[in-house]
């Protein structure tokens, strides 16, 4: 079939992996910013996102003589800090990202949330391509910046080659033991059925005009169907934050679709539907992302893909990780307003009728219910009284402490991603409430089993 190429949009692209992986400093590395550096600690606080036009990505990949061949606008990359909040998220019951870039450590090979990814990646049916990442960490590593990862290769010495090959063969095996046929990217015949590796350098930034190029020809030859714009609109809240001069904001991602200044939107919150009246859009400049300060660009319409800001009242109970909806014609507001609460109401079923049981708390919405699923689960089998999506708050701590005395083991809060204010730390600590938190799902049962070890002794 013929591909009307002027109705493209861009495909939109999620980085995973284990924690220093190095996603932060791939992203940097293609934008030619400084996240990682600014980082507390290097660790990526919000979730941030790149656009990147056709162009830059043709400039960059120009040694790989590709340029005439793409035909979407350009690539819309995600960085997450805890990547199940990232996979889960929703756009009207479907994943949010059309491609994902699963990064390894080649001195590492599979880590606990490599595995925890590519399961996430399996369940939501999304294509990936792997990111064999630090290649320039191999002994005697010869650089040369930018360049193509062959024609790098080519020019190391026996040794690093040598290396190379080891590690490489290792990691496929790795891989094949998670079910998996992985094959370097420039000798798989079959992709589609042998997942692509591509060996980067996120410092050198050798091996990322292929990782690029092999993104968008991937995402345009497979999913045309997909990435044609569609007018419907599908867009996503990914972030939920307090800006100084605009109130609190959501940071979204336009899937398909227009959104406009004034349109009446209703999006999911912790108290019920919000319905508001869109007052700016606003956008980073090109090539920075929502995390780099700078000041915004103000618009009157956004095509899909893209991400950036929406400004409007009464966004403060927001939920990250639900669906955004336009209302196109009043009559149909109290529909709308039934199904932006649908996400909720499918993870409140969830919540144990007896009462007893522990609190589970996590940044998003899609990152709660996967929590939720896996305490199901008959291996972990951990029964759930309360839930809540956010920062931990005295108000979440006034819940959980209710177990004190029912059922004291269950008077803990599990929070993944999420942290407790102070207040809310020093009113658990005096009413003996015990909070686990971490960004790594299984640590979290991890900590509550070894509570639980230590109660019934
Ligand atoms: P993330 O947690 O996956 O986002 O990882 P970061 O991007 O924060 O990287 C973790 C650490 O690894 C940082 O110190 C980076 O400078 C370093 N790093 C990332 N990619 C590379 C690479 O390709 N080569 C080398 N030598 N170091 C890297
Ligand atoms: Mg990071």
Aim: glycine residues 8%; charged residues 25%; hydrophobic residues 40%.
């Amino acid at each position: 079939t013929e591909i009307d190429v002027q109705n493209l949009r861009s495909p939109i692209c999620c980085i995973l992996g284990h924690v220093d992986s190095g996603k932060t400093t791939l992203l940097d590395q293609i934008r030619g910013t400084d996240v990682q550096g600014g980082e507390a600690g290097g660790i990526t606080q919000q979730i941030g996102a790149t656009y990147f036009p056709a162009d830059n990505i043709k400039e960059r990949t120009k040694e790989l003589r590709a340029d005439a061949k793409l035909k979407v606008p350009g690539l819309l990359v995600i960085d997450t800090p805890g990547h199940q909040s990232f996979t889960n998220l929703r756009s009207r019951g479907s994943g949010l990202c059309d491609i994902a870039v699963l990064v390894v450590d080649i001195m590492h090979g599979l880590e606990p949330q490599t595995i925890e990814s590519l399961n996430l990646l399996k369940m939501r049916n999304t294509e990936f391509i792997i990111a064999l990442n630090k290649v320039d960490r191999l002994y005697g590593w010869k650089v040369f910046p930018n360049a193509p990862i062959q024609q790098s290769l080519k020019q190391q010495s026996d040794n690093v080659q040598s290396e190379f090959k080891w590690r490489l063969t290792d990691i496929i095996t790795q891989f094949k033991e998670q079910g998996l046929n992985t094959e370097l990217y420039y000798k798989n015949k079959e992709m589609g059925e042998t997942y692509s590796i591509v060996p980067t350098s996120a410092v050198t930034g050798e091996g990322i005009p292929d990782l690029l190029l092999l993104l968008l020809k991937w995402a345009q030859k497979t999913m045309v169907e997909k990435l044609t714009f569609k007018d419907e609109l599908q867009s996503t809240v990914l972030e939920v934050k307090v800006i100084e001069g605009l109130g609190t904001t959501i940071d979204v991602v336009l899937v398909n679709g227009v959104l406009r200044v004034g349109d009446q939107i209703v999006v999911c919150g912790l108290e019920g539907p919000i319905v508001t009246v869109v007052r700016a859009l606003l956008t980073p400049h090109p090539m920075k992302e929502l995390r780099v300060k700078g000041k915004y660009m103000k618009h009157k319409e956004i095509k899909a893909a893209q991400f950036f800001k929406v400004a409007a009242p009464g966004l403060k109970h927001a939920i990250a990780g639900t669906a955004l909806y336009v209302v196109e014609n009043l009559d149909d507001l109290e529909d709308v307003k039934e199904v932006v609460m649908e996400d909720m109401k499918s993870i409140m079923c969830r919540v144990d009728k007896s009462g007893e049981g522990v609190h589970v708390q996590a940044s998003t919405l899609g990152s709660l219910e996967a929590l939720l699923e896996l305490l199901k689960s008959p291996e972990v089998d951990i029964p759930v009284s309360g839930i809540s999506i956010g920062p931990i708050h005295t108000k979440d701590i006034k819940k959980a402490s209710v177990m004190v005395e029912r059922k004291n083991e269950y008077a803990t809060i599990l929070g993944f991603d999420v942290k407790p204010t102070p207040e809310a730390q020093e009113l658990a600590d005096k009413l003996g409430v015990r909070i686990f938190t971490s960004d790594i799902i299984y640590h979290l049962f991890d900590q509550f089993k070894a509570f639980i070890d230590v109660v019934k002794e």
